[in-house]
């Protein structure tokens, strides 16, 4: 829809970006007209502590007066914050694509635990100042949160609260992950959430998006190309080298996010004899049940149902504690996978214990890792991690696979930005460092002639 043609005032229409500036976590975006909220994304900060503690902070509107969130997809740091909305008094919609909600149902619950167990932890240990600790939410408020979920199918417009009209595109990156185009008022603002890669063999190609008013656009890598090389090559010189040295392959990665990326990769050279015959565990509390997951949303991805049951049967899932800890245990040479991908919680952190102390070992760093976390300190070569109050030394080979990110690279962002058709008058960067933020910024100046902006914290436009 093209605006500034009516003669009549039109209403007014606002954005801002609350919480921190040039963080990729914590993503939440307001826009507001006439006294309606409506919220896109509601991610969890994650990283250095500073960060993490302003999920503590009461967020700058009250939960209770927003009218809808629309989620662009499940990872924590676009909705890990739903359970504390709903514990703050949110009770609107939460709208998303049907693979989204499926994909948040694991999401949500277990990171709910994770708060529950860091609780309980910190009073165990006495090494708190509040008395009790209490977790940011429990299961309970998860629940909540997933009873309000709406969804929608991607390619079909639905109605929000004041009118507003959305619309889900694909995305890539994740299963279900969209975009968001939304006209409100007579403008029309496009979300990107976060873009997936072209020709990914697991995700389908973020979809373009014809024209926008206004556009949020990520920025994750915004400063930075992953390498062209074919990751199944690299995975398999890894493992070889690995299996040459007697030693075991850690890889942190999301049981239902990148872990079908390598599993796919696994099979693949496995398929072509070029895998050693060594176990592959898929090491997470979470159901694991992947494959049934590819199975529900046949068209959200590329796989056949022969290829997802192949490669999904490759790996030993092990879901109770007791199974993890003999993998720990255990020194023959394999490959684990495990969560949490930044290694910031889960069952990573025992195999990380286990395993990084050994030089015959890798450890795989597969995605983009958020500062202040530990995978961001073993991506960058750092010599001790610390893991449960104790330095450990990280004596293993560390290989940077960033080729298997599930996050468009710099050159594919504006591959996906040369898809309009009508350019945007105004582009907000998100969603990055402040250098891959100012990066992209400067090439969609430069190469595209964009008005673009990355907006400080709160920072309100009118549109
Ligand atoms: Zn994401």
Same mark, same amino acid.
């Given at each position: 829809?093209?605006?500034?043609?009516?003669?009549?005032?039109?209403?007014? +229409? @606002? =954005?801002?970006?609350?919480?921190?500036?040039?963080?990729?976590?914590?993503?939440?975006?307001?826009?507001?007209?006439?006294?309606?909220?409506?919220? +896109?994304?509601?991610?969890?900060?994650?990283?250095?502590?500073?960060?993490? !503690?302003? $999920?503590?902070?009461?967020?700058?509107?009250?939960?209770?007066?927003?009218?809808?969130?629309?989620?662009?997809?499940?990872?924590?740091?676009?909705?890990?914050?739903?359970?504390?909305?709903?514990?703050?008094?949110?009770?609107? %919609?939460?709208?998303?694509?049907?693979?989204?909600?499926?994909?948040?149902?694991?999401?949500?619950?277990?990171?709910?635990?994770?708060?529950?167990?860091?609780?309980?932890?910190?009073?165990?240990?006495?090494?708190?100042?509040?008395?009790?600790?209490?977790?940011?939410?429990?299961?309970?408020?998860?629940?909540?949160?997933?009873?309000?979920?709406?969804?929608? %199918?991607?390619?079909? !417009? =639905?109605?929000? %609260?004041?009118?507003?009209?959305?619309?889900?595109?694909?995305?890539?990156?994740?299963?279900?992950?969209?975009?968001?185009?939304?006209?409100?008022?007579?403008?029309?603002?496009?979300?990107?959430?976060?873009?997936?890669?072209?020709?990914?063999?697991?995700? +389908?190609?973020?979809?373009?998006?014809?024209?926008?008013?206004?556009?949020?656009?990520?920025?994750?890598? #915004?400063?930075?190309?992953?390498?062209?090389?074919?990751?199944?090559?690299?995975?398999?010189?890894? *493992?070889?080298?690995?299996?040459?040295?007697?030693?075991?392959?850690?890889?942190?990665?999301?049981?239902?996010?990148?872990?079908?990326?390598?599993?796919?990769?696994?099979?693949?050279?496995?398929?072509?004899?070029?895998?050693?015959? *060594?176990?592959?565990?898929?090491?997470?509390?979470?159901?694991? $049940?992947?494959?049934?997951?590819?199975?529900?949303?046949?068209?959200?991805?590329?796989?056949?149902?022969?290829?997802?049951?192949?490669?999904?049967?490759?790996?030993?899932?092990?879901?109770? @504690?007791?199974?993890?800890?003999?993998?720990?245990?255990?020194?023959?040479?394999?490959?684990? *996978?495990?969560?949490?991908?930044?290694?910031?919680? #889960?069952?990573?952190?025992?195999?990380?214990?286990? =395993?990084?102390?050994?030089?015959?070992? @890798?450890?795989?760093?597969?995605?983009?890792?958020?500062?202040? @976390?530990?995978?961001?300190? *073993?991506?960058?070569?750092? %010599?001790?991690?610390?893991?449960?109050?104790?330095?450990?030394?990280?004596?293993?080979?560390?290989? $940077?696979?960033?080729?298997?990110?599930?996050?468009?690279?710099?050159?594919?962002?504006?591959?996906?930005?040369?898809?309009?058709?009508?350019?945007?008058?105004?582009?907000?960067?998100?969603?990055?460092?402040?250098?891959?933020?100012?990066?992209?910024?400067?090439?969609?100046?430069?190469? =595209?002639?964009?008005?673009?902006?990355?907006?400080?914290?709160?920072?309100?436009?009118?549109?």
């Amino acid at each position: 829809m093209s605006s500034g043609d009516s003669p009549a005032r039109k209403a007014e +229409l @606002t =954005f801002r970006s609350l919480g921190a500036a040039s963080t990729v976590t914590g993503s939440k975006h307001l826009l507001e007209s006439d006294g309606t909220r409506i919220l +896109l994304d509601c991610g969890l900060f994650q990283g250095v502590k500073n960060l993490r !503690e302003l $999920n503590w902070a009461p967020l700058a509107v009250d939960p209770s007066s927003i009218d809808a969130v629309v989620v662009t997809h499940a990872h924590l740091d676009h909705t890990g914050y739903l359970p504390r909305l709903v514990r703050d008094g949110f009770r609107g %919609p939460i709208v998303s694509t049907e693979a989204t909600a499926a994909v948040a149902d694991i999401i949500l619950r277990d990171s709910a635990k994770l708060q529950e167990r860091d609780a309980e932890f910190l009073n165990e240990r006495k090494a708190t100042k509040h008395h009790p600790a209490l977790p940011l939410y429990d299961s309970d408020d998860a629940g909540r949160a997933l009873e309000l979920f709406v969804t929608h %199918p991607f390619g079909h !417009e =639905f109605r929000l %609260p004041g009118d507003a009209v959305g619309m889900f595109r694909r995305a890539g990156h994740i299963l279900g992950a969209a975009t968001v185009d939304l006209t409100w008022q007579g403008r029309r603002i496009v979300f990107t959430g976060d873009l997936g890669r072209y020709d990914d063999p697991v995700m +389908l190609d973020p979809e373009p998006v014809p024209a926008a008013d206004y556009l949020v656009m990520e920025s994750t890598y #915004g400063d930075r190309l992953h390498e062209h090389a074919d990751p199944a090559e690299a995975l398999a010189q890894v *493992i070889d080298a690995t299996v040459d040295r007697g030693g075991t392959v850690v890889i942190p990665a999301f049981a239902v996010g990148r872990a079908q990326a390598l599993l796919y990769y696994l099979w693949r050279l496995h398929s072509a004899g070029r895998l050693p015959g *060594i176990p592959i565990y898929l090491d997470s509390p979470m159901a694991i $049940n992947a494959s049934d997951l590819l199975g529900a949303f046949p068209r959200d991805h590329r796989l056949p149902p022969e290829v997802y049951e192949d490669m999904c049967a490759m790996a030993t899932y092990t879901r109770d @504690t007791e199974e993890s800890k003999k993998i720990t245990a255990s020194r023959e040479p394999k490959i684990v *996978i495990s969560a949490s991908g930044m290694a910031t919680g #889960g069952r990573i952190l025992h195999h990380l214990k286990a =395993f990084a102390p050994d030089s015959r070992n @890798t450890i795989i760093v597969t995605g983009y890792q958020v500062p202040g @976390t530990r995978g961001r300190s *073993i991506a960058a070569g750092e %010599p001790y991690v610390k893991i449960h109050g104790e330095w450990i030394p990280v004596n293993a080979h560390v290989a $940077n696979l960033q080729m298997l990110s599930a996050h468009a690279d710099a050159d594919e962002l504006l591959r996906w930005a040369h898809g309009f058709a009508i350019a945007p008058k105004r582009v907000f960067v998100v969603h990055g460092e402040p250098q891959a933020a100012d990066t992209l910024r400067r090439r969609l100046d430069r190469e =595209f002639d964009w008005q673009a902006t990355v907006p400080r914290p709160n920072q309100q436009f009118s549109l």
